[in-house]
């Protein structure tokens, strides 16, 4: 079992549509979550944090249960420029080890 | 936020030869950093952990001997991939952890092609 699974997608959503994203995690000892954002043959950049309360940053919303191990990201009025793909990533503290984790990814394609 | 910079963006080699990757932290000091590859559709999956002033930690199933790790400074690492072969071409990235490690900095990537 991956350590961290997404949906591959692709999501087709047309301008204007929510989508939301899910990942779960198969570690408990993992500490803290991000979202980050990945264009065509480009590197990985943080797209949100995600805390245990939730958070939101302008059409982004990231949730995270830690009881059932999963993380979420909603995306609200989606954009042409929301089209990439959506990595979730978990930081493992497990001894010591501090590299991220990634989620294969999911791709969204924002139509017009 | 902080800048990591990774150099060729792009390199193209022949069969048998290596390529050296360097990934530098420009305006923070990064004691360990991190590289990735990438195949096509795939996600990044992490093939070492480099420490400065020592041997790095190497996931399992990645050759040491074959990908080559020296972090001999604070702000640089270098990542060789000696005897290329096609099957390493890949998409290749390097990481940097901010002091708080609270954010992970991506270099651009280096995409090698090995024909």
């Known amino acids: 079992r991956k350590e961290v699974e997404q949906d591959p997608g692709p999501f087709n959503v047309p301008e204007g549509a929510t989508v939301a994203f899910n990942c779960t995690y198969s570690?408990?000892?993992?500490?803290?979550f991000f979202w980050y954002r990945q264009d065509c043959r480009k590197e990985p950049k943080l797209l949100m944090s995600v805390y245990s309360s939730g958070n939101e940053d302008g059409r982004f919303t990231a949730q995270l249960n830690r009881a059932s191990q999963y993380i979420s990201l909603l995306i609200r009025d989606s954009k042409l420029s929301d089209s990439a793909t959506y990595l979730c990533v978990v930081n493992i503290w497990d001894t010591g080890r501090r590299a991220l984790t990634f989620g294969s990814g999911t791709r969204l394609q924002v139509q017009p | 936020g902080a800048v990591v910079s990774q150099h060729p963006s792009r390199v193209i080699c022949k069969s048998g030869t290596s390529v050296k990757i360097e990934c530098r932290s420009l305006?923070?000091?990064?004691?360990?950093m991190f590289w990735y590859r990438q195949f096509p559709k795939q996600s990044l999956m992490l093939m070492a952990t480099s420490n400065e002033g020592s041997k790095a930690t190497y996931e399992q199933g990645v050759e040491k001997d074959k990908f080559l790790i020296n972090h001999a400074s604070l702000t640089l690492s270098t990542l060789t991939v000696t005897s290329a072969h096609p099957e390493d071409s890949s998409f290749y990235i390097c990481?940097?952890?901010?002091?708080?490690?609270?954010?992970?900095?991506f270099g651009q990537g280096t995409r090698l092609t090995v024909v």
């Open positions: 305006d923070f000091q990064a004691t360990t």
């Open positions: 990481s940097a952890r901010d002091l708080r490690d609270t954010e992970a900095f």
């Open positions: 570690n408990s000892a993992s500490q803290s």
